[in-house]
């Protein structure tokens, strides 16, 4: 089955500067990989999603980068503020029609104003 | 707006005792899911469903059992809890294809197993 590695666990940044954070996968023949971001008591929510015939997607301060050779996809986000701490967590699809969407482990980022 | 409403938010239960979490969703998605979260672990999927009546497997079904009797309803059974079920449960519901919608995540129900 699929697998998905995230890292870093944490990330603590200031205020206004980027994060990054990086997810690889192994099955090759996943095809969506979105992101979520579950804020401090709350649910999770989709911040953005890519799917394999797009190598990057942007939506203002937050971007997704795809790499299907290496697989591995990469969450961006410029010009941090304090409500972009939150846990994110990427997942990947397995590919098949009632495939499931497997999680990474999550990074819980720290905004310091 | 899409509403996916669990049960309940917190639970206390002892060794040996089932247990019901309910989650009902308001938007007429197909697909249900019940995921379990862990610090460290991430969301990992225990089962989930595409249409009434209908379930598959997850990463994770052992000690776990489903019901979907209506559309709108999915129940996660714990036939007979154990302390390493202590967690937090998550139900999400989406439409179309299984693995390529968006998630809508319920608010959680926390589960203690003494």
């Known amino acids: 089955g699929e697998n998905v590695e995230q890292h870093p666990s944490t990330l603590s940044v200031q205020e206004g500067d980027s994060a990054v954070i990086k997810c690889t996968y192994s099955?090759?023949?996943?095809?969506?990989f979105p992101w979520y971001k579950q804020e401090l008591g709350k649910r999770p929510q989709l911040i953005i999603d890519?799917?394999?015939?797009?190598g990057e997607k942007k939506d203002q301060r937050i971007a997704v980068t795809l790499n299907k050779t290496a697989k591995h996809f990469s969450l961006h986000i410029t010009e941090t503020q304090p409500e972009d701490s939150a846990v994110y967590f990427c997942?990947?699809?397995?590919?098949?029609?009632?495939?499931?969407?497997?999680f990474g482990q999550g990074t819980i980022l720290t905004v310091h104003p | 707006d899409v509403k996916v409403t669990q049960s309940s938010r917190y639970l206390v239960k002892r060794t040996g005792e089932k247990v019901f979490l309910e989650c009902v969703q308001d938007?007429?998605?197909?697909?249900m899911f019940w995921y379990r979260q862990d610090p460290g672990l991430g969301l990992r999927l225990i089962y989930f469903?595409?249409?009434?009546?209908?379930?598959e497997k997850g990463d994770i079904p052992e000690g776990y059992s489903v019901s979907r009797e209506k559309k709108e309803r999915f129940s996660l059974i714990l036939e007979s809890a154990s302390t390493n079920q202590t967690s937090m449960y998550l139900c999400?519901?989406?439409?179309?294809?299984?693995?390529?919608?968006?998630?809508?995540f319920g608010e959680g129900s926390r589960l203690t197993v003494l």
């Open positions: 999400a519901s989406s439409f179309g294809q299984p693995n390529t919608g968006e998630l809508f």
């Open positions: 099955d090759s023949a996943s095809n969506y």
């Open positions: 890519i799917r394999s015939n797009v």
């Open positions: 997942a990947a699809s397995s590919g098949t029609s009632y495939g499931k969407l497997t």
């Open positions: 938007m007429d998605h197909e697909n």
């Open positions: 469903s595409y249409d009434v009546k209908m379930k």
